[in-house]
Structures are given as structure tokens and as C-alpha cells.
């Protein structure tokens, strides 16, 4: 059952990237990353629960990447939600380096519609983010699927995450040509890191963790 929803979360996202690959193949302006990123809010919405799940990301063949981050789920673990307004329930965090002369992370709010405003930065980080040197994404060029479950940083108890990852191709489909990979984490309770089947994750629901997001 896990296994079937992780695919519906990040197969969902997946065919929202690969229908609007146009956009997602050429973020270099600020309307891009502005029409990218309500394009993967749109898609969080659709198949997350609700704003306290999970968040789910993207990183793209050029170093580009986006993620829907839910500050509910996150507490105090995230920096740009520390820096968000009380109440914040929405940030979507970009590493774009084609758009700026950086691949820091850079925060921004966003509306209920999925728009931000890619003009007005919340917060940016000091360090810099490549999603293609991530563990995640090389997992997800390989073929995808979970990958090995982690503990969790901060949370009590014996509670893993696992990271589910999803390639998505463009072109023509006799020579497809890598896009990027689609993101989602989840929560498993009662296992333990050196494994988890889909009996421990029966009651999973996504989670971001270490190994996935922006604070990995």
C-alpha cells in the first residue's frame, strides 16, 4: 500500500514536470520560476493529504531545482520557515542558477493559488545546492524507487524515513533524455534502519528527511 501511494505522490508529480517540460527544460527568467514552482505546488496539492504533508521536490538536468516545503510538517528543523511569518503553512525553496548568479537555496511565499512573487526573497541560505550530487537524485537517475530507510534527525523513537524517487524524460520517447527526478519522503514507524517493508509502512505518511531535502 506504501509502495502504491509513494508512486501516486511522486508519480504525480512526475507527469505534472513531464507535461510541462517546456517550462520545467528552461528555467532562466523569473516568470519561469515562478510558472515552475505553482506547477509543482499544483501538483503537491493534488496528491499530498493536505498542508501539513510532506513536502515533495524536483532537482532538473541543469542544476535547477524546486521544492514545495510544508512548514507545519517541519517545525523548527527548516530556516526559511523560522524566518516565515507565524501561521506560514507554504514556502517553496528554489536553487535556480540559471535564473541568479547562484545556487544557494532562496525562500519565497507563496498563495493559496500556488504563485509567488519570485522578485521578493524571504530568506536565502549561505551554502549552495546542487540536486545532481545529491544521493537522491543519483538514485532516481538509476531507476528510482525507495531508497535505503534513515533515522530521522530530531524525532523520537524508532521512526525511519525513506526517500522515494521518480526519473522523468523528455524528447522523443525512442531516445528519451533526462530531465531531472522527482522527490518524495515518508515516515515509517516501528522498523529499523537497516530495513522496512511494506508491513512497518502501512501507516506511513510523507515526511522530509535528511537524506532528501535542502537541509540534507
Known amino acids: 500500500r506504501t509502495n502504491s501511494n509513494a508512486a501516486r505522490v511522486a508519480g504525480g508529480a512526475a507527469g505534472t514536470v513531464s507535461s510541462q517540460q517546456t517550462t520545467f527544460s528552461s528555467v532562466t527568467t523569473l516568470s519561469n520560476l515562478e510558472v515552475a514552482s505553482k506547477a509543482l ?36 528543523s527548516d530556516p526559511g520557515c523560522n524566518a516565515a511569518p507565524a501561521g506560514t503553512t507554504i514556502l517553496i525553496c528554489v536553487a535556480a542558477p540559471q ?15 500556488g504563485i509567488i512573487n519570485a522578485s521578493n526573497v524571504l530568506y536565502e541560505s549561505l551554502g549552495s545546492y546542487d540536486p545532481r550530487v545529491r544521493p537522491w537524485y543519483k538514485e532516481g537517475v538509476s531507476g528510482g524507487g525507495f531508497g535505503a530507510p534513515y533515522k530521522l534527525a530530531g524525532v523520537i523513537g524508532n521512526v ?57
Open 41 to 76: 505546488y499544483m501538483a503537491y496539492v493534488d496528491r499530498r493529504a493536505s498542508v501539513r504533508s510532506p513536502s515533495m521536490g524536483v532537482g532538473l538536468y541543469d542544476g535547477t531545482y524546486i521544492e514545495v516545503i510544508s512548514c507545519p510538517d517541519y517545525g523548527k
Open 160 to 216: 525511519f524515513g525513506q526517500t522515494y524517487t521518480q526519473p522523468v524524460y523528455m524528447g522523443n520517447p525512442l531516445t528519451p533524455v533526462l530531465l531531472g527526478v522527482v522527490w518524495a519522503d515518508f515516515k515509517s514507524v516501528g522498523t529499523t534502519a537497516t530495513g522496512c517493508t511494506d508491513a512497518c509502512e502501512t501507516n506511513s505518511y510523507g515526511v522530509r528527511g535528511g537524506r532528501a531535502g535542502a537541509s540534507a
Open 99 to 113: 535564473v541568479f548568479d547562484h545556487n544557494s537555496l532562496v525562500y519565497y511565499l507563496v498563495n493559496s493559488q
